[in-house]
């Protein structure tokens, strides 16, 4: 049997219109989803739960009193599990995401769109969390629709209006949740407590991203994955047809026939009732195949897999499958791309590694101090005048010591009393390097130092020390 898209009768018309915009009028079209349920989505609600939790417990989670995770942009401070990124590091966190950008990759070519449906947060908080609460206050599809289509009564007001204020309070909680993320759960703490004119500036933050994400989960919904997200576009370069999606097996489904009780079925499995449509977040038919709009929710498949359960017809007409598998039986999700995506990926997961365990706690640049010249001492030593600056790239203080490890000498700070450093803060300053004579033996030498702080070396630097010809 021939593909689906390739059949003679496939009508492919379909791409020709989003789904979301009525093709008269140029309106939006407003889905009203059918309440899924079924295994599918069962197993949606228990790793909801689980990625809900953890998603409102991180903040609260500290590795040597700090947070797990922080996205300070303004501070230009980020915590990415436990390791600090100061402004030194930048590299290391542009690193960490393209690693995982390249892991999104690599797992969309496989398994296609599954984080969409079921670990990105717009998904999550619209379809498991303001959705069912929409789905308990103005009932399933059916009533919604007729609530939409009913006048401005007291019945109507006061639906809309207990789901404008619960969907108000969500916003708020969500808002709040994002900030313990960029400013951490302590600082959120004293917004809280504090009077809010001592932390004005980010309570009208937090006002504003709790309109925001209003409006998005009462008014952008849908369009946030199908107008907004590029993501789902990405999935005609990442997708192939070995890759795992939500698919409809049109080898046991066509031609499609409506059910007739008594009569002797000739045709496909599929009985045309459009539950798989009826149940669909973003309003498309997948026996069309593999869309753009589709988020591998997997609702389609509860609602098919129930149907086919009262017309006593096998389950898995829609299913997790490859379009290969379905046309020839044959799947092969080792592909020449993904063993070049995983070796992308290990390569730079080693270098991420490598850099996070050699990464040292300061930075220390030291550079000869401009127009300078050696000076000869009358004690038989050698003086070279030097500027550095110290970073300190933890979130702690560090009350740091510069030693000189070669050759033998001695170092003398210029107008500064110690090199205290706060945390992710940096300090210069200028250094005199006195080395004897008898430790030099050409004009130019490599000389070593460090930086210590409780009796463990941090860093080990060199620079270069001139001295006068013999």
Same mark, same amino acid.
């Given at each position: 049997?021939?593909?689906?898209?390739?059949?003679?009768?496939?009508?492919?018309?379909?791409?020709?219109?989003? +789904?979301? /915009?009525?093709?008269?009028?140029?309106?939006?079209?407003?889905?009203?989803?059918? *309440?899924?349920?079924?295994?599918?989505?069962?197993?949606?609600?228990?790793?909801?739960?689980?990625?809900?939790?953890?998603?409102? +417990?991180?903040?609260?989670?500290?590795?040597?009193?700090?947070?797990?995770?922080?996205?300070?942009?303004?501070?230009?401070?980020?915590? /990415?599990?436990?390791?600090?990124?100061?402004?030194?590091?930048?590299?290391?966190?542009?690193?960490?995401?393209?690693?995982?950008?390249?892991?999104?990759?690599?797992?969309?070519?496989?398994?296609?769109?599954?984080?969409? &449906?079921?670990?990105?947060?717009?998904?999550?908080?619209?379809?498991?969390?303001?959705?069912?609460?929409?789905?308990?206050?103005?009932?399933?599809?059916?009533? #919604?629709?007729?609530?939409?289509?009913?006048?401005?009564?007291?019945?109507?007001?006061?639906?809309?209006?207990?789901?404008?204020?619960?969907?108000?309070?969500?916003?708020? +909680?969500?808002?709040?949740?994002?900030?313990?993320?960029?400013?951490? !759960?302590?600082?959120?703490?004293?917004?809280?407590?504090?009077?809010?004119?001592?932390? @004005?500036?980010?309570?009208?933050?937090?006002?504003?991203?709790? @309109? /925001?994400?209003?409006?998005?989960?009462?008014?952008?919904?849908?369009?946030?994955?199908?107008?907004?997200?590029?993501?789902?576009?990405?999935?005609?370069? @990442?997708?192939?047809?070995?890759?795992?999606?939500?698919?409809?097996?049109?080898?046991?489904?066509?031609?499609?026939?409506?059910?007739?009780?008594?009569?002797?079925?000739?045709?496909?499995?599929?009985?045309?009732?459009? #539950?798989?449509?009826?149940?669909?977040?973003?309003?498309?038919?997948?026996?069309?195949?593999?869309?753009?709009?589709?988020?591998?929710?997997?609702?389609? !498949?509860?609602?098919?897999?129930?149907?086919?359960? *009262? /017309?006593?017809?096998?389950?898995?007409?829609?299913?997790?499958?490859?379009?290969?598998?379905?046309?020839? &039986?044959?799947?092969?999700? !080792?592909?020449?791309?993904?063993?070049?995506?995983?070796?992308?990926?290990?390569?730079?997961?080693?270098?991420?590694?490598?850099?996070?365990?050699?990464?040292?706690?300061?930075?220390?640049?030291?550079?000869?101090?401009?127009?300078?010249?050696?000076?000869?001492?009358?004690?038989?030593?050698?003086?070279?005048?030097?500027?550095?600056?110290?970073?300190?790239?933890?979130?702690?203080?560090?009350?740091?010591?510069?030693?000189?490890?070669?050759?033998?000498?001695?170092?003398?700070? +210029?107008?500064?009393?110690?090199?205290? @450093?706060?945390?992710?803060?940096?300090?210069?300053?200028?250094?005199?390097?006195? !080395?004897?004579?008898?430790?030099?033996? *050409?004009?130019?030498?490599?000389?070593?130092?460090?930086?210590?702080?409780?009796?463990?070396?941090?860093?080990?630097?060199?620079?270069?020390?001139?001295?006068?010809?013999?």
């Amino acid at each position: 049997m021939q593909p689906l898209d390739t059949h003679p009768d496939f009508d492919e018309s379909f791409r020709d219109s989003f +789904a979301a /915009v009525d093709d008269t009028t140029g309106k939006r079209n407003w889905f009203y989803p059918q *309440k899924p349920t079924g295994k599918w989505h069962n197993r949606r609600v228990w790793f909801t739960i689980f990625q809900l939790t953890v998603m409102f +417990a991180l903040p609260f989670i500290k590795v040597n009193g700090q947070p797990l995770f922080l996205f300070n942009i303004l501070e230009r401070k980020f915590i /990415v599990f436990g390791i600090f990124i100061g402004p030194q590091d930048y590299w290391l966190f542009g690193l960490m995401m393209i690693s995982f950008f390249v892991f999104i990759v690599l797992f969309t070519t496989v398994f296609g769109r599954v984080w969409c &449906g079921w670990a990105c947060p717009q998904t999550v908080f619209m379809e498991m969390v303001f959705r069912k609460i929409e789905y308990i206050i103005e009932g399933d599809w059916k009533a #919604q629709r007729a609530l939409a289509k009913a006048p401005w009564n007291s019945e109507k007001i006061t639906k809309r209006a207990l789901k404008a204020v619960i969907f108000m309070a969500l916003s708020f +909680a969500i808002a709040n949740l994002l900030l313990s993320y960029f400013v951490g !759960i302590d600082r959120l703490e004293r917004i809280i407590l504090e009077p809010i004119a001592d932390h @004005l500036t980010l309570f009208l933050g937090i006002c504003a991203f709790t @309109l /925001v994400f209003f409006w998005n989960f009462a008014w952008l919904r849908d369009q946030a994955c199908t107008v907004v997200c590029p993501y789902g576009r990405l999935q005609g370069v @990442l997708l192939d047809k070995n890759s795992v999606v939500i698919a409809y097996d049109y080898k046991r489904g066509e031609p499609r026939e409506k059910l007739r009780k008594g009569a002797e079925r000739t045709a496909g499995d599929c009985i045309n009732c459009f #539950q798989c449509v009826n149940v669909c977040p973003t309003g498309i038919d997948i026996r069309n195949g593999t869309q753009m709009e589709c988020v591998n929710c997997t609702a389609c !498949i509860d609602a098919c897999d129930n149907i086919m359960e *009262k /017309v006593n017809l096998p389950k898995g007409l829609i299913r997790f499958d490859s379009e290969n598998n379905i046309s020839s &039986g044959k799947s092969k999700l !080792i592909t020449t791309r993904t063993i070049a995506y995983a070796v992308v990926l290990t390569a730079l997961w080693i270098g991420l590694g490598y850099a996070i365990f050699t990464r040292n706690d300061t930075e220390t640049t030291l550079l000869r101090a401009p127009g300078s010249r050696f000076i000869e001492n009358p004690d038989g030593t050698i003086s070279n005048l030097y500027t550095f600056k110290l970073f300190n790239k933890t979130n702690h203080p560090i009350q740091p010591e510069m030693k000189l490890l070669f050759p033998k000498g001695t170092l003398k700070f +210029a107008g500064i009393p110690n090199l205290n @450093l706060e945390a992710a803060g940096m300090v210069e300053g200028s250094v005199f390097i006195t !080395i004897p004579k008898s430790e030099i033996s *050409k004009r130019r030498t490599d000389v070593s130092l460090g930086i210590y702080a409780n009796g463990k070396q941090l860093e080990e630097f060199k620079t270069t020390f001139i001295a006068p010809e013999e």
